[in-house]
Structure formats: C-alpha cells, structure tokens
C-alpha cells in the first residue's frame, strides 16, 4: 500500500519558517519525481517545488529564493524549508510522488500564515 504522510504544518508569524516532511512508503522512493504543491481556498492546486531522481529542483516563482527542497533517500522522505512566510503562504501542502503513470498524493497538512 502506497503512503505519502505529511507532517510539520502549524500556524507560523509572518517572516517565519516551517520545514515540512513527507514520509513514503511503498514505493520505491529513489526512482520517484517528489513534489510539494499547495491549495488556498478558492484556488487551483499548484506547484510550489519538485525535486527530480538526480536532485534536480524547480520552484514556482513564489518559492524562489524562501524555499528549498530537499530528499533523503535513505529516510524515503521528501523537505520543504519555507523561510520568509507571508499569509499568502497559507494554505494546505500536499506531498506528491511520479514515476511514470503512477502518481500519488498524500492528505495535505494545513500551513497557515498569519499575525
């Protein structure tokens, strides 16, 4: 059974940081594509951030320069450091996992951004 559990969301200041983990199992975790995309109220989901097999990464516009990810392959997990919050921010993160046809999603963890 595939899983995708995310975990380190909360209520956080503006200007302050969140490192979100997603943990998989089930796959085969090094031959995956990892994401991390976001969804506020009203709106489409989007990327924020991916991180390819060989560690290549690419961020939304938003992201660059306050985000980073990151995988351990060894931990079968997937980071995503936000620095710098702002309320836009806030929304809930879902983890994603492609390796061809198979995409998975975790349940989303809730980040919300405010004073």
């Known amino acids: 059974q595939v899983q995708l559990v995310e975990s380190g969301g909360g209520l956080v200041q503006p200007g302050g940081s969140l490192r979100l983990s997603c943990a998989a199992s089930g796959i085969i975790f090094s031959d995956y594509l990892m994401g991390w995309y976001r969804q506020a109220p009203g709106k489409q989901r989007e990327l924020v951030a991916g991180?390819?097999?060989?560690?290549?990464?690419n961020y939304a516009e938003s992201a660059k320069g306050r985000f980073t990810i990151s995988r351990d392959n060894a931990k079968n997990r997937v980071y995503l450091q936000m620095n710098s919050l702002k309320p836009e921010d806030t929304a809930v993160y879902y983890c994603?996992?492609?390796?061809?046809?198979?995409?998975?999603w975790g349940q989303g963890t809730q980040v919300t951004v405010s004073s």
């Open positions: 991180i390819g097999t060989g560690g290549m990464r």
């Open positions: 994603n996992g492609v390796f061809g046809r198979l995409n998975y």
